[in-house]
Antibody, heavy 120, light 111 residues
């Protein structure tokens, strides 16, 4: 049974970079049948998919157009985890952030969520 | 404004049947992409209830079922229980946005 454990700061200053990590147990970040996703949830934007990384003969990443210029999702095979970096944050990036495993087009396992507030 | 449209709220008495609709368009549900449903209890992460339009993961009671027709999908819950009180979200893929998309969520109240 896969488990995802999120870590990272809950407070980020405007214009800085938001960084979160999702540690995987029970599966491998290099799995050929899974994709590793980041999403966020806020009252104003609802549930929003941000991006993912996955391995299919080589590493690939895909991002939502809404954040494409500011986001990076990367695997760390040595620690079996993946990370989110979102640059140039504003108060509109304040949200509950989730990591999740994707298989067959849906999200079957989720992290516990991290509330990130963007404030001076 | 979410790409997939859900009613903000539904309610029902214990034991009753309720349905939650999810309306999309020709670039997502209507294009044949699968619809998935998640339940989010207060203070928790979403949990998949239905995947691929009408499939239940192991452990999900058969009181939950999904269907799809044209550009819309529905989640039905029969034998409503107090523990079903939660937010429910639909999810699909949109080819014009090249992105996963979600409904705005429906709050189920068990009266």
């Amino acid at each position: 049974q896969v488990q995802l454990q999120q870590s990272g700061p809950g407070l980020v200053k405007p214009s800085q970079t938001l960084s979160l990590t999702c540690a995987i147990s029970g599966d491998s970040v290099s799995s050929n049948s899974a994709a590793w996703n980041w999403l966020r949830q806020s009252p104003s934007r609802g549930l929003e998919w941000l991006g993912r990384t996955y391995y299919r003969s080589k590493w690939r990443s895909e991002y939502s157009v809404s954040v494409k210029s500011r986001i990076s999702v990367n695997p760390d095979t040595s620690k079996n985890q993946f990370s989110l970096q979102l640059s140039s944050v504003t108060p509109e990036d304040t949200a509950l952030y989730f990591c999740a495993r994707g298989r067959d087009g849906y999200l079957d396992s989720w992290g516990q969520g991290t509330l990130v507030t963007v404030s001076p | 404004q979410s790409v997939l449209t859900q009613p903000p709220s539904v309610s029902g008495a214990p034991g009753q049947r309720v349905t939650i609709s999810c309306t999309g368009s020709s670039s997502n549900i209507g294009a044949g992409y699968g619809v998935h449903w998640y339940q989010q209890l207060p203070g928790a992460a979403p949990k998949v209830l239905i995947y691929g339009n009408n499939n239940r993961p192991s452990g999900v009671p058969d009181r939950f079922s999904g269907s799809k027709s044209g550009s819309s999908a529905s989640l039905a819950i029969t034998g409503l229980q107090a523990e079903d009180e939660a937010d429910y979200y639909c999810h699909s893929y949109d080819s014009s946005l090249n992105s996963w998309v979600f409904g705005g969520g429906t709050k189920l109240t068990v009266l």
